[in-house]
């Protein structure tokens, strides 16, 4: 089966074809997503939030993301997979920014990279592209940036603020980057930076108006109790895992479990 390319995210925009991605950071789950049929998965560094127990994504390192991606392309033939670049790994000059993307792409087996920021990372992304490393840009709320940003607030809300958005997009693909998630951006602006871009923009909190559309899959499956206000629940599991935990504490200390059918 052939794979989801960034040519193909690409000629989706230029067909008016939106793109369903969504994060993964174990084997497991990008063989779940891969079989329903989604067609780009971003080892998120939210997996610092989700999966390490961190309370930003500041702390995560280059070697967890690495390892993350390495698991999600063991089970993932199909979907595009994007590794997420974390704090201070492409910060620090281009040459080392090279190598630690160049990374994700050798030994993680991911097909491209993400990083966050606008003009100020143009010349890191022209240098990435010109290296053969597709890079996805990230703008709006910034999460490697938080504590600059003063929390988790919504981005481009001034029209200064949305000039610099729209400047910083149009420098990214400039710059060669394939694609760009907004995120936490009022959804009129993030129409017009979609409309104003050659390249697909992916929506997370940025409206319907997107090429594309990202949500960290705990978020979406309802595991975590209070996600963001853009998430939707498509599904509800936290309370049946909860339950199941439950019926299982109580099975085995009541001796029910195992039983005959279980035991040799």
Do not use: W
């Not at 940025?206 to 595991?223: P, S, Y």
């Amino acid at each position: 089966m052939k794979r989801f390319s960034i040519t193909d995210f690409i000629a989706k925009k230029q067909a008016g074809q939106k793109i369903a991605m969504l994060t993964a950071y174990d084997s497991f789950t990008a063989a779940l997503l891969d079989e329903a049929g989604i067609e780009s998965i971003l080892v998120g560094d939210s997996l610092g939030n989700v999966m390490l127990g961190y309370e930003t994504t500041v702390p995560v390192t280059l070697e967890e993301m690495l390892h993350h991606t390495k698991t999600v392309s063991r089970g993932c033939k199909r979907a595009l997979i994007v590794g997420d670049m974390p704090f201070l790994t492409y910060h620090t000059g281009v040459a080392e920014a090279l190598r630690n993307a160049g990374r994700f792409l050798q030994e993680g087996g991911a097909q491209a990279v993400k990083i966050e920021g606008g003009k100020e990372r143009a010349e890191t992304v022209r240098a990435m592209v010109e290296a053969g490393i597709p890079v996805m840009g990230h703008l709006g709320l910034t999460p490697q940036s938080i504590h600059q940003l003063g929390g988790f607030k919504v981005q481009g809300r001034s029209e200064e603020a949305a000039q610099k958005l729209l400047e910083d997009a149009l420098a990214l693909e400039a710059a060669g980057a394939f694609a760009v998630v907004l995120e936490c951006v009022p959804a009129a602006l993030a129409a017009k930076l979609t409309q104003a871009l050659r390249i697909p923009t992916i929506g997370i909190g940025g409206g319907n108006e997107c090429d594309g559309q990202v949500l960290v899959t705990h978020d979406m499956l309802g595991i975590f109790a209070k996600p963001p206000k853009f998430v939707k629940k498509f599904a509800q599991l936290r309370e049946p895992m909860i339950q199941a935990f439950q019926e299982y504490k109580k099975e085995v200390e009541a001796k029910v479990f195992p039983g005959p059918e279980q035991s040799y």
